[in-house]
């Protein structure tokens, strides 16, 4: 299957600090890419959805102007979590599409102090 | 609006047993019905899916049955293993957009 990779794989920072999280997909070109985030033993919650070249499209309650998402090639898509807050320490999960499917990441672990 | 209703929320199968996951949905739009594992920490992986053009899907020991007028459909995992310990997914989407995820069902198997 596809692979799709994620980096870092955690991170820890410190309250009012942005935070960068990068998703590629490694041996196909993702039209589409999909930023997930999820708690603890809870499903996945789409945040957003980015296409290459456009701007992305928010699920509603999420603020676009605190979740910047960047599209910018076939491969790589970047969530940038600005001015973090503990309120958003979660597991950040990216995917890919190819086709009908959608392959994802390994996750992001993002604490924030 | 949760759109898929998975259960149960969690199953406890012994190994050797058959573990069954039971999904329904409510848009009859949805033309993709995929079933993602995933292990604590780690991101799902694409386990197997369908689309509504046919009943059943096997792949191995996993097995998705669909039942299209019921809007309903299930994994069925043969021969449980402890390795398949795991949260399990479905989701639906249609048009290749929007795919919308059940809630989650953690399995158990015991050795």
């Known amino acids: 299957g596809a692979v799709v990779s994620q980096h870092p794989s955690w991170v820890i920072c410190k309250s009012g600090t942005s935070v960068k999280i990068e998703c590629r997909s490694l041996?196909?070109?993702?039209?589409?890419m999909f930023w997930y985030r999820q708690f603890p033993k809870q499903s996945l919650m789409l945040m957003a959805t980015?296409?290459?070249?456009?701007?992305?499209?928010?699920e509603q309650g999420v603020e676009k102007d605190k979740f910047l998402i960047n599209h910018a090639s076939l491969t790589l898509s970047t969530l940038t979590v600005t001015s973090a807050h503990p309120e958003d320490s979660s597991f950040y999960i990216c995917?890919?599409?190819?086709?009908?499917?959608?392959?994802f990441g390994p996750g992001t672990r993002l604490t924030v102090l | 609006q949760q759109q898929v209703k998975q259960s149960p929320q969690s199953l406890i199968v012994q190994k050797g047993g058959i573990s069954i996951i039971n999904c329904a949905y409510e848009n009859t739009a949805f033309d993709y019905f995929p079933w993602y594992q995933q292990f604590p920490g780690k991101g799902p992986a694409l386990l197997i899916a369908i689309r509504p053009d046919v009943s059943e899907k096997k792949e191995g020991r996993f097995t998705i049955s669909f039942n299209k007028s019921a809007k309903q459909f299930s994994l069925h995992i043969m021969d449980s293993q402890p390795g398949d310990s795991a949260t399990y997914f479905c989701?639906?989407?249609?048009?290749?957009?929007?795919?919308?995820f059940g809630a989650g069902t953690r399995l158990t198997v015991k050795p």
């Open positions: 041996d196909f070109q993702a039209t589409t």
């Open positions: 980015s296409n290459e070249g456009s701007k992305a499209t928010y």
């Open positions: 995917s890919g599409q190819e086709g009908y499917t959608q392959y």
């Open positions: 989701a639906a989407s249609y048009n290749n957009n929007d795919m919308r």
